[in-house]
């Protein structure tokens, strides 16, 4: 692990609780595995808290930059030691860290992607990554938000939805609006049958910890083998 001290290149709002950061790396290698992460905080500052990039390896390097999804808000328990978030501002930045990766030797002809929440961000960085180095596999993702409005990348996973790189399911389990038309409802072990052939899926999952041990439990239920889930929770 290694400590830098890195500008934010940029800030965008990417839901009414999320924001992304892209934290310039300025030509500083950063060799780090898809679904790591890293403890960031305000320059000089003991404090650092633990954030997933966002971004695939092939990513961070092309755009010379790590990407992150911060929570933000009243409820959010991240982000509230960077506030008042800011481009240009300094952060160092600690890692990479974590052993929720996605594996270099997968054989699996099939990749379950199970999100929840800001549990995308890793899941984001595996997908990027595996379609570049294993493009022929096939690829799905679930994804469980509270509300509409808070599907993270979103736009971005519907796009290679459209362009059938990637099969996807969403549903909002709390607050849904007169607009949406898709899932409802919470993550069952029924709908995580219908997307997966046991025997053959790799299965990455990430969300809040409830969440995580749900999934992980029907997968071992539905038959999945333990080698062939991966799983985070926080």
Known sequence: MALLTLAIREIRVETPRTRRL??????TAFDFRAGQAVWVGRRGDPLRKPYSIACSPEQARQE?????????????GEGTHL???????????DGPTGDFCFPDDAREPRVL?????????????????????????????FYSARSADEFAYGDEMRELARAGRLALVETVTREVGAHWAGARGRLTRA???SMLVPESTLCCVCGPPAFVQDVTLWLREIGVGKGRILAEGW
């Open 83 to 93: 506030d008042p978030l800011a481009e240009g501002m300094l952060v160092d930045v």
């Open 22 to 27: 892209q934290v310039s790396l300025a030509g």
């Open 191 to 193: 709908r995580i049958a």
């Open 64 to 76: 010379d930059a790590l990407e992150l999804l911060i929570q933000v808000g009243a409820d959010a």
């Open 113 to 141: 992607l199970v999100a929840g929440g800001t549990g995308i961000a890793p899941l984001r960085a595996m997908l990027w990554h595996a379609l570049r180095v294993l493009p022929d596999r096939e690829f799905a993702l």
